[in-house]
């Protein structure tokens, strides 16, 4: 049975007046799409190129789960059993990491949001929408392949046999869909092919930061 997540925030802390005006301006990103569809390395290679600030929500998450606290020990028992973290939680730390870069020209918040009462949350805790979503678009066989292969590499502990990955795969885009109708309601998606070489799609996604400065 896993831990009580009662004291983890549902809903994240409401930014004052002047944390959300030295939010206004600085470029938000969201860069979206399931595991191994490689939009971690561009978030990287982005940020190099423009300077912006890389916020990975899974690096995020699994550094405050290393910390020893209570709320640590409820955030593993959580990923543990693949749930979601509650938004609460994940808001109030992209927000407490972008108000720490204030002098930022730009945010890739990479893996974020992962359903719709996240991306709701978001804008109602920031007080306004991403510039853009990027969306990288690749095959679920593709990114079971690819996660397959880093998980040998790097000796992952956890399962990444084919089925468990396709399972994670099926869950991420059942509850991602609704996600990408509610962006593309509002005209922000940019749907990057992901299955070409990273140089490609660098180009693209270079493009796509280009066609908004």
């Known amino acids: 049975m896993g831990l009580c997540t009662s004291t983890l925030p549902h809903m994240g802390r409401s930014l004052r007046p002047q944390e959300k005006?030295?939010?206004?301006s600085p470029l938000i990103i969201f860069v979206v799409g399931g595991p191994?569809?490689?939009?971690?390395?561009?978030?990287?290679?982005?940020?190099?190129?423009y300077g912006f600030y890389h916020?990975?929500?899974?690096?995020?998450?699994?550094?405050?789960a290393q910390k020893s606290?209570?709320?640590?020990?409820?955030?593993?028992d959580i990923i543990g059993q693949g749930l979601l973290v509650p938004t609460g939680?994940?808001?109030?730390?992209?927000?407490d990491i972008m108000l720490s870069h204030p002098k930022s020209p730009g945010f890739l918040?990479?893996?974020?949001?992962?359903?719709?009462?996240?991306?709701?949350?978001?804008?109602?805790?920031?007080?306004?929408?991403?510039?853009?979503?990027?969306?990288?678009?690749?095959?679920?066989?593709?990114?079971?392949?690819?996660?397959?292969?880093?998980s040998l590499v790097e000796h992952w502990a956890d399962n990444h046999s084919e089925l468990a990955i396709r399972?994670?795969?099926?869950?991420?885009?059942?509850?991602?869909?609704p996600v990408l109708t509610f962006y593309?309601?509002?005209?922000?998606?940019?749907?990057?092919?992901?299955?070409?070489?990273?140089?490609?799609?660098?180009?693209?996604?270079c493009s796509v930061i280009d066609s908004l400065q």
């Open 69 to 76: 606290t209570q709320r640590s020990l409820q955030i593993r």
């Open 21 to 24: 005006d030295i939010l206004r």
């Open 167 to 177: 399972r994670r795969l099926e869950m991420h885009y059942t509850l991602f869909e």
């Open 36 to 49: 191994g569809c490689g939009k971690g390395t561009q978030c990287k290679n982005m940020a190099i190129k």
């Open 109 to 150: 918040i990479d893996g974020f949001p992962r359903e719709v009462g996240q991306a709701k949350e978001f804008e109602r805790i920031v007080g306004r929408a991403p510039n853009i979503v990027i969306v990288f678009d690749c095959s679920m066989e593709t990114m079971v392949q690819r996660v397959v292969r880093r």
């Open 89 to 95: 939680l994940i808001l109030d730390m992209i927000s």
């Open 184 to 205: 593309q309601q509002k005209n922000l998606l940019r749907n990057i092919l992901a299955e070409e070489t990273p140089e490609n799609i660098f180009a693209k996604c």
């Open 55 to 64: 916020v990975g929500l899974g690096h995020l998450l699994r550094q405050e």
